[in-house]
């Protein structure tokens, strides 16, 4: 049974079950370095990224936050296909679980135009702490903003769409 806590600003804070927790991440994960192989147009999605802010947005916590895209972008480093150093996931996830979590204190994250926008730009910045980390281990990669832009907004209607599919998955504290 779901119990209601509220914090002191009024927000509710979420958690979820220990079945939860890991495998909405590990099956995005697992989506995440298997589709793009075979289909790839799903490149464009960043579904790592969509569970670490919907997963730090709920909780409300920065260090869960934190801690959460720590781990996440990790386990993505040690998955990925592109032959990179790890910790380039690692970094730009765990500063975007924090920001998330943050945020998620200060604003209606349950409002689907909440969810949208916020999406959009924690996508933007997310790349933006990727390139400039891929930048100083001397492994650029071809930055394209009307390329970016339209990965931003594919990602944050699909991150509208997933996350009312994620949130039958929340518990109250």
């Known amino acids: 049974m779901a119990q209601r806590s509220i914090t002191r600003e009024g927000i509710e804070v979420h958690r979820f ?100 926008l916020m999406t959009f730009g924690f996508y933007l910045l997310h790349r933006g702490i990727y390139q400039a980390l891929r930048n100083m281990v001397r492994m650029p990669i071809e930055f394209n903003w009307g390329h970016e832009l339209g990965a931003a907004l594919a990602n944050a209607l699909l991150a509208v769409a997933l996350f009312m599919v994620l949130d039958r998955y929340k518990q109250r504290n």
């Open 17 to 116: 079950s220990i079945i939860a927790a890991l495998v909405i991440p590990l099956f995005a994960l697992f989506l995440q370095a298997s589709l793009p192989l075979r289909f790839t147009f799903f490149s464009i999605f960043d579904l790592p990224l969509l569970v670490t802010i919907f997963f730090a947005v709920a909780r409300r916590n920065p260090l869960a936050g934190t801690l959460t895209g720590f781990i996440i972008g990790l386990v993505q480093d040690s998955l990925t296909y592109q032959h990179q150093p790890i910790g380039l996931f690692g970094i730009s996830k765990t500063i975007i679980g924090y920001l998330a979590s943050s945020i998620g204190v200060k604003i209606d994250v349950e409002n689907p135009g909440s969810r949208l």
